[in-house]
């Protein structure tokens, strides 16, 4: 799981994007009933911006 959050936050690196709250959820992590998740966190405008024009670009748009 935090091989995951790693690969992710560099990939996010790698496009100018970060996001403070990233890492493994807690809660879920835990939890012996539920998949474990990956907590986004909050984030600035200019970051949710540079985010959705990256996943743009990737998608080809």
């Known amino acids: 799981m935090e091989t995951t959050v790693v690969q992710l936050r560099d990939a996010l690196k790698a496009n100018g994007i970060t996001l403070p709250s ?3 959820d807690l809660v879920t992590f835990a939890s012996a009933y ?7 966190g909050n984030c600035d405008q200019a970051t ?14």
Request: avoid cysteine; glycine fraction near 8%; proline fraction near 4%.
């Open 22 to 24: 990233l890492g493994v």
């Open 34 to 40: 539920a998949k474990p998740l990956i907590h986004l």
């Open 48 to 61: 949710a911006q540079a985010l959705t024009e990256a996943l743009n670009e990737a998608a080809g748009r």
